[in-house]
Each structure stands twice: as structure tokens, then as C-alpha cells.
């Protein structure tokens, strides 16, 4: 999906994207062993359709799992945050199948209605959101920062999916710089495929109707924001490049060199180091230390010989 798609379905709300099930599974494989005894929400996502809701439920006596709360908005213009025509928001609560734990049909689960509309900032959502360890799906990109603020404001676990833009947030790059919030392992670079209600204008040339007429888009810099941890992201970077000042120049109003790509953060260099928000998707916090981003000594945008370079987020080796 081009960033221009992006914005429109920022801009309109109509950010609903249904992610697939294989990168749920990517992802997930990396915390099998937290789930355990966990009762999990996905409470962005119409429990009849979700892919979130169907994974974990086929993998429900695996992952151990004490229950699964799936929620979804009412449909206040058909098919914007649901494929199905609901004129009440539904949620399915789920604790397995204690008579056959082997069944993979949910067809008889029941789906309960909600007394307002399923907004997940609303009181009885909010009352659902209490009994849960865990918050696991794809929030509306336009809301990402109230959505995060409410997940620390009742001090949830998450994964989630974001915008890597979600990065330069005021409100989400502090939580990075204090090791609140990282990225997850499976989704480091490209664009993922995502799908769409039927209403969704199909403009971008990366979109596809299936065989069963089903539309899809990808979307270019996604990424999952979790704070659980995993063993994967306190492996270090392997540096090869020695510093030198022609290759490596200072910005003009910051002690600190500049560095386009990740891979070339020289091996020998002490100070402070500028890099691109997708180092990020490598970072180790034993390896190095987050200072500030993007902005200089004198408040403004980080600059070279007056040009600046995209955001940067600067950097420095611990010892």
C-alpha cells in the first residue's frame, strides 16, 4: 500500500486491515512459552472473521491458554470495521473445549453482544481489558498512541501492530528510549499483505481481489511494538567498519557522527552515533545505549554542512 493510501486511511478511519495468519504465526512462535495460563484479548478485531482469534484458538491446548476475549466496534458504516453487516458490536469469550480439546470447530461458540458500541476506550471494554495478561492484535494505525496509553495506563502486556513511523511519536519514542517498548523479531523489512472490508477503495497498484473476491492491500513499514521480551533481541550487532572522519561526518549541532545504514556503525567509535529508526529492528540494549532523537543541541532537526538527514535516532556504545 502506497504511503499515500496510508494517509487516506488514517485520515478517514478507515484503517481496518485484517492481518494474515502467517504473520500472526511468525510472531507469535517467539512467546509460546509466556502464553501459558495467560487469558488473552484481541479486542480490535470481530471475533467471526479475526485471524487473531482463529490462531490462537487452534492453538489453544498447545500455548497452554487460560482464555481468549475477542471484541470488535459497531458497524457505523457497513463493512468499515467488518466484513459482517452488525448493527451491535459482539465479542466471544473462549476457554477451550473442555469435552473434545482436540476440536477445531467453533462454530457453536457463542457470540454475545455488547451493551455499547465496542469501542475498546469504552467502560465495559475497558472492563474486559482489566481481566486480560495479554493484548494481541492490529489496533486502528490512527489511534496507535491513545491505544498504547491505555495499555500502559492499566499496565498490559502487548503485541500489537503499528506504523514504523510510530517510532518518531512523542508519545511512543520515550517509551523505546526507557526499554518500555521494542519491536518484535519476524517483521524487519518490505511490505506485509493485508486484508480489507469490501468497501475499501482498491486505488494502490500493490492490491488484489482473490478468487473469492476478497481484497487485499500491502502496506509498506509495518511493524509489531510488543514489551514482552524474547531471547532474539539481545543478540548484538556483528560491526565491521573502522570510523574515519570522511566517511563518517558530525552534524552541526550535535556531538555525534552520522550514519546512513545500519551494517556500517563502525566497530572502533566511542561517541555518539546518528542512526536511521530501522536500526531499531536490530537493536540490542546491552549493546548500545538510546540517547534522544532527531533533534540537536539547539532543539532543532539534526543537520549536515545545513541539510538534515531523515529522523535519526542518536546512539552510544555501552562500555
Not at 495467560?38 to 487473531?52: A, E, G, M, Q, V
Not at 490512527?142 to 491505555?150: D, N, T
Not at 499496565?155 to 523505546?176: C, D, M, S
Not at 545504514?261 to 529492528?281: A, E, M, N, Q, R
Request: with cysteine.
Amino acid at each position: 500500500m502506497a504511503n499515500k493510501d496510508l494517509h487516506t486511511a488514517n485520515k478517514n478511519k478507515a484503517d481496518e486491515f485484517y492481518t494474515q495468519i502467517t504473520d500472526i504465526e511468525k510472531e507469535m512462535v517467539h512467546y509460546k512459552d509466556y502464553f501459558r495460563g495467560k487469558t488473552i484479548l484481541c479486542n480490535c478485531d470481530d471475533p467471526r472473521i479475526s485471524n487473531f482469534f482463529k490462531y490462537f484458538a487452534l492453538n489453544f491446548n498447545e500455548f497452554g491458554l487460560k482464555k481468549i476475549i475477542t471484541t470488535c466496534y459497531k458497524n457505523q458504516d457497513v463493512d468499515l470495521f467488518t466484513q459482517n453487516e452488525c448493527e451491535k458490536a459482539v465479542y466471544i469469550e473462549y476457554a477451550g473445549n473442555p469435552n473434545d480439546p482436540t476440536s477445531t470447530d467453533f462454530s457453536t461458540i457463542e457470540v454475545k453482544q455488547l451493551k455499547g458500541d465496542g469501542d475498546f476506550r469504552s467502560e465495559e471494554c475497558i472492563e474486559l481489558l482489566k481481566q486480560a495478561d495479554i493484548v494481541i492484535t492490529n489496533p486502528p494505525f490512527s489511534l496507535f498512541r491513545e491505544y498504547v496509553s491505555i495499555l500502559y495506563k492499566y499496565e498490559k502486556k502487548f503485541i500489537i501492530i503499528g506504523n514504523q513511523n510510530a517510532i518518531t511519536y512523542k508519545e511512543i519514542f520515550p517509551l523505546i528510549k526507557e526499554n518500555k517498548i521494542w519491536l518484535g523479531y519476524s517483521i524487519h523489512s518490505g511490505d506485509r499483505e493485508f486484508g480489507v472490508p469490501d468497501s475499501y477503495p482498491l486505488k494502490a497498484a500493490s492490491s488484489r481481489i482473490d478468487e473469492n473476491g476478497k481484497k487485499y492491500i500491502r502496506v509498506k513499514g509495518v511493524r509489531w511494538f510488543t514489551n514482552i521480551d524474547y531471547k532474539e533481541r539481545h543478540e548484538e550487532i556483528v560491526l565491521y567498519k573502522k570510523y574515519t572522519n570522511e566517511e563518517y561526518p558530525k552534524y552541526d549541532n550535535y556531538d555525534a557522527i552520522n550514519v546512513d545504514k545500519t551494517s556500517d556503525i563502525p566497530l572502533d567509535y566511542d561517541g555518539v552515533i546518528g542512526v536511521p529508526i530501522t536500526f531499531l529492528d536490530k537493536y540490542s540494549p546491552e549493546q548500545f545505549e538510546i540517547i534522544k532523537f532527531r533533534k540537536g543541541n539547539d532543539d532543532k532537526d539534526l543537520s549536515i554542512n545545513g541539510k538534515c538527514p531523515y529522523f535519526r535516532i542518536l546512539i552510544k556504545r555501552r562500555k
